[in-house]
């Protein structure tokens, strides 16, 4: 038995990449590297299909590529999938390299397979020098500690059982074998970055160390403990520093203040809701500037406010309208219940309860969020004042005042800021013959 077999299936079994009932589909372009991991798959009698993809851009030779790996697969016995694509079609209309649409359109491939035929795993015939390339491509292109522990052995379903080994001890074991591939002349290209790192940077980094393989293992090794790390950590600062908000979290500017390395902690807070660090710099910048600044991902959007961060879901920023008739009980708005009833009561000063004189009442009511020119008369006070005023001298956040449910008038007249404050006009006096109790119920666990 040659070692790299034994090893293979140590391998394999140290990172428990195949369970016993396992069926893989293997990724196999007919190169070297796939051609060497499917015939150890075959000596080592584990269960597989092979898959193909034809990209369609070297014409013929894509063609024989095609037709080499059929023949594999016939000569190992396992079924074949293969698909054709028209790849500089595809990177043209979605604007992206053609080497990133082959990516999107050979795993999407895969993964359709895997689920049509039951397949629990899909093999990739990447191995340590592929590992090295990208840790260099990584940080070429700038990258996080995420960038520096190269190739995952196993991400998701998709298993990379070549990882122990060098391309030198693939080519030893193909030459042992005398095993038949196919050359993919675009390898030879440098026109593609990942040909340049290996056919120039490479050689000249193994010229000062030679056992440079083994070198980026252990870094590798230890970039990928250091990560586990650091991910265990930034989880402690998210839950000392982001708090639950109606709508997402708010994140204490004084407390993001007080901590180490606030570039960084906050940039590894924020990655996963789709802010890079050059918008957690010019968040960082704006901390101590006017309110109000906003970012925008994906997903999500940024806001500072006087003492807070906001981190909230996207969305179209909507003036939600409901209307509340007279033998209404009760309505429920966004994440609240308003409730109505005629009362003798009238002693409750709880901000969340509104006693009102039930003759100045116009139905039908309406409750809505706040909208720009909203003004009316607090309870107390003689003048008018705009609802925008009323908010920032309470300090209410910049995001919250949306959230806020407004019980207006038919006649346009607001009866009160629901949760804050009454309007001065509609309160009870000794005149009043009936009361109209409003409370407002917060639903939201």
């Given at each position: 038995?040659?070692?790299?077999?034994?090893?293979?299936?140590?391998?394999?079994?140290?990172?428990?990449?195949?369970?016993?009932?396992?069926?893989?589909?293997?990724?196999?372009?007919?190169?070297?590297?796939?051609?060497?991991?499917?015939?150890?798959?075959?000596?080592?009698?584990?269960?597989?299909?092979?898959?193909?993809?034809?990209?369609?851009?070297?014409?013929?030779?894509?063609?024989h590529?095609?037709?080499?790996?059929?023949?594999?697969?016939?000569?190992?016995?396992?079924?074949?999938?293969?698909?054709?694509?028209?790849?500089?079609?595809?990177?043209?209309?979605?604007?992206?390299?053609?080497?990133?649409?082959?990516?999107?359109?050979?795993?999407?491939?895969?993964?359709?397979?895997?689920?049509?035929?039951?397949?629990?795993?899909?093999?990739?015939?990447?191995?340590?020098?592929?590992?090295?390339?990208?840790?260099?491509?990584?940080?070429?292109?700038?990258?996080?500690?995420?960038?520096?522990?190269?190739?995952?052995?196993?991400?998701?379903?998709?298993?990379?059982?070549?990882?122990?080994?060098?391309?030198?001890?693939?080519?030893?074991?193909?030459?042992?074998?005398?095993?038949?591939?196919?050359?993919?002349?675009?390898?030879?290209?440098?026109?593609?970055?990942?040909?340049?790192?290996?056919?120039?940077?490479?050689?000249?980094?193994?010229?000062i160390?030679?056992?440079?393989?083994?070198?980026?293992?252990?870094?590798?090794?230890?970039?990928?403990?250091?990560?586990a790390?650091?991910?265990?950590?930034?989880?402690?600062?998210?839950?000392?520093?982001?708090q639950?908000?109606?709508?997402?979290?708010?994140?204490?500017?004084?407390?993001?203040?007080?901590?180490?390395?606030?570039?960084?902690?906050?940039?590894e807070?924020?990655?996963?809701?789709?802010?890079?660090?050059?918008?957690?710099?010019?968040?960082?910048?704006?901390?101590?500037?006017?309110?109000?600044?906003?970012?925008?991902?994906?997903?999500?959007?940024?806001l500072?406010?006087?003492?807070?961060?906001?981190?909230?879901?996207?969305?179209?920023?909507?003036?939600?309208?409901?209307?509340?008739n007279?033998?209404?009980?009760?309505?429920?708005?966004?994440?609240?219940?308003?409730?109505?009833?005629?009362?003798?009561?009238?002693?409750?000063?709880?901000?969340?309860?509104?006693?009102?004189?039930?003759?100045?009442?116009?139905?039908?009511?309406?409750?809505r969020?706040?909208?720009?020119?909203?003004?009316?008369?607090?309870?107390?006070?003689?003048?008018?004042?705009?609802?925008?005023?009323?908010?920032?001298?309470?300090?209410?956040?910049?995001?919250?005042?949306?959230?806020?449910?407004?019980?207006?008038?038919a006649?346009?007249?607001?009866?009160?800021?629901?949760?804050?404050?009454?309007?001065?006009?509609?309160?009870?006096?000794?005149?009043?013959?009936?009361?109209?109790?409003?409370?407002?119920?917060?639903?939201?666990?």
């Amino acid at each position: 038995m040659l070692w790299q077999l034994k090893s293979f299936q140590d391998f394999i079994k140290s990172e428990s990449l195949i369970g016993p009932k396992d069926t893989v589909l293997l990724a196999v372009s007919g190169g070297k590297d796939s051609v060497a991991m499917a015939h150890l798959f075959k000596q080592a009698n584990f269960s597989f299909a092979i898959a193909h993809c034809n990209f369609q851009l070297r014409g013929t030779e894509s063609d024989h590529d095609e037709q080499f790996v059929a023949q594999l697969a016939k000569t190992l016995e396992v079924p074949f999938h293969v698909t054709s694509f028209n790849t500089l079609a595809y990177a043209d209309e979605h604007k992206i390299s053609t080497q990133m649409a082959a990516r999107d359109l050979r795993y999407r491939f895969f993964e359709e397979i895997k689920s049509a035929f039951n397949y629990q795993k899909i093999a990739v015939a990447q191995h340590q020098n592929d590992a090295i390339e990208t840790v260099i491509l990584n940080l070429t292109r700038g990258t996080g500690i995420a960038g520096l522990h190269g190739i995952k052995t196993e991400r998701q379903n998709i298993i990379r059982p070549l990882m122990l080994f060098k391309r030198e001890d693939i080519d030893a074991y193909i030459t042992a074998n005398k095993l038949d591939f196919v050359e993919d002349s675009s390898n030879s290209s440098t026109k593609y970055i990942r040909n340049k790192i290996r056919h120039q940077i490479i050689p000249v980094m193994k010229e000062i160390n030679p056992s440079l393989e083994d070198t980026f293992q252990k870094n590798i090794a230890y970039f990928s403990d250091l990560e586990a790390f650091l991910k265990a950590s930034i989880q402690e600062y998210k839950q000392k520093l982001f708090q639950k908000h109606p709508k997402g979290y708010q994140i204490s500017i004084q407390k993001l203040k007080q901590i180490p390395a606030v570039q960084f902690i906050l940039t590894e807070l924020l990655l996963p809701y789709g802010f890079n660090s050059t918008t957690v710099t010019d968040v960082i910048l704006g901390l101590d500037k006017e309110s109000g600044k906003t970012f925008f991902g994906k997903d999500y959007v940024l806001l500072i406010d006087r003492a807070y961060i906001f981190l909230q879901k996207t969305q179209q920023e909507q003036h939600t309208e409901l209307i509340l008739n007279k033998d209404d009980l009760m309505l429920y708005f966004q994440d609240f219940i308003i409730t109505q009833e005629i009362t003798d009561s009238r002693f409750n000063r709880h901000p969340n309860i509104a006693f009102i004189d039930t003759e100045k009442l116009k139905y039908p009511l309406t409750l809505r969020t706040w909208q720009e020119g909203d003004k009316f008369m607090p309870l107390g006070m003689k003048g008018f004042k705009k609802l925008s005023d009323f908010f920032i001298s309470l300090k209410i956040p910049l995001m919250q005042k949306h959230l806020i449910p407004v019980l207006v008038n038919a006649d346009g007249n607001i009866i009160w800021i629901a949760g804050y404050r009454l309007d001065e006009r509609f309160k009870i006096t000794t005149d009043t013959k009936k009361i109209t109790k409003f409370e407002l119920k917060n639903i939201k666990p």
